[in-house]
């Protein structure tokens, strides 16, 4: 496919290209080709040219609506609706995730679904450049050899990071690693021949989330992920809000106390330092008997233990929750004060605590705003029923490589 794929590029720097058929079916699709017209405003005859061309190429294919499934055809009597959707094979990406010692790696299709998540666990604090470029290679090829034959190119690897990433390429910072201002995307780009870009994982979180069809008319969404540290994606116009010093986000890390709880960013006193995994189960060792754990990244069970005597009533855990909610609804505040974002969406591992949160995050939310700026954010929960870290990364790599 390699012929086709030099068209495709070259297609792609045209006013009317295929880049903007493909994005738009694979945010909105499985569509018939007058729908996508009309989201693309383009006339029926060069929707038809445009997908013709694709569907020779391999990149989309035709489908009956009523060979959809869990989809309503809508079609009443009369010959099947022919929708088109993206080819899943056409092509792929290598998606890694790297944070607190762990890298999970999986192959993306061209859809922007992913497959089988194959992950390392090590001491990502005590991995020099070198050791970091040579784990996440071992890994990357490891994947790249079991694709099978029957896919197309690889279009690129993208990988998502815990921390701040300058310009899709620089690790300025990340709580998972002690190296800092390191070029993770160069050493990978010339080992495998492929772009290669960095990413910050609130970010791919929210890219993905925005991917769902309720929530693509929301032009102002922040997503604010819970787990072992704090984080946020923010969507302003329609557009993912990403400064090119990497830090355009940073909500875990605004401040709520002065001299407050060490936060693993090395300063005193940030919302993650509150609600954070690693905060609530320091902090609550310091009250209860619970077992050891590693001190920045408490396992899922411990931190399900720790809701669950919340939940139970239990006087210090219920106080610990309480906290972390008052600042996140602090934080929460200063986000809606400055930006009035249409929604906030809470989501991450860390959700699993909301509800023991969410009592006192309103309070902090009616002590801190005026009515008049509440009422312009819906704010709620989203469920974390997978990872979406990933997905986001996925999209990215096929926003940026088609």
Not at 121 to 138: K, Q, V
Request: proline fraction near 4%; charged fraction near 20%; include cysteine.
């Amino acid at each position: 496919m390699g012929a086709a794929m030099d068209k495709f590029e070259s297609e792609h720097s045209q006013p009317i290209s295929w880049h903007r058929v493909l994005q738009a079916v694979r945010r909105y699709g499985p569509l018939a080709r007058v729908d996508l017209g009309s989201i693309l405003e383009l006339s029926p005859a060069t929707i038809s040219s445009i997908t013709g061309d694709l569907l020779r190429e391999g990149y989309i294919r035709e489908v009956a609506d009523s060979d959809l499934h869990g989809v309503e055809s809508g079609r009443g009597r009369g010959r099947p609706k022919v929708l088109i959707e993206l080819a899943p094979d056409a092509a792929c990406m290598i998606a890694v995730k790297l944070s607190i010692n762990r890298i999970e790696v999986a192959r993306g299709d061209f859809a922007g679904g992913v497959g089988p998540v194959t992950s390392r666990s090590l001491n990502t604090l005590e991995l020099s450049g070198a050791a970091l470029i040579a784990a996440l290679g071992d890994l990357i090829a490891a994947e790249i050899a079991a694709i099978p034959a029957s896919v197309g190119r690889i279009i690129g690897i993208g990988i998502a990071v815990q921390g701040l990433i300058h310009k899709t390429e620089t690790l300025v910072w990340s709580p998972a690693l002690s190296l800092r201002n390191f070029n993770i995307a160069a050493p990978l780009a010339a080992r495998f021949g492929r772009p290669v870009i960095a990413m910050n994982d609130a970010d791919c979180i929210a890219l993905a989330i925005q991917q769902r069809g309720d929530l693509q008319p929301v032009e102002n969404l922040a997503v604010v992920m819970l787990g072992t540290g704090v984080g946020m994606g923010l969507i302003l116009g329609g557009k993912l809000h990403a400064a090119s010093s990497g830090a355009g986000a940073e909500f875990g890390h605004t401040k709520y106390q002065i001299d407050g709880p060490l936060c693993h960013c090395g300063r005193r006193g940030c919302i993650e330092s509150f609600v954070g995994d690693y905060a609530l189960y320091r902090d609550a060792r310091s009250m209860l008997d619970l077992p050891n754990t590693d001190a920045l990244h408490p396992s899922e069970e411990q931190m399900q233990a720790l809701v669950d005597l919340a939940e139970s009533g239990h006087n210090v855990a219920v106080s610990l929750f309480k906290q972390a909610g008052r600042a996140l609804g602090y934080g929460l505040s200063n986000l809606i004060a400055l930006i009035s974002p249409d929604l906030i969406l809470i989501t991450g591992s860390g959700v699993r605590g909301y509800r023991q949160m969410e009592p006192e995050m309103r309070r902090a939310l009616d002590e801190a705003l005026v009515d008049t700026l509440l009422a312009q954010t819906e704010i709620r929960p989203y469920p974390w029923d997978e990872d979406l870290t990933l997905r986001g990364i996925v999209l990215q790599v096929l926003e940026v490589g088609t």
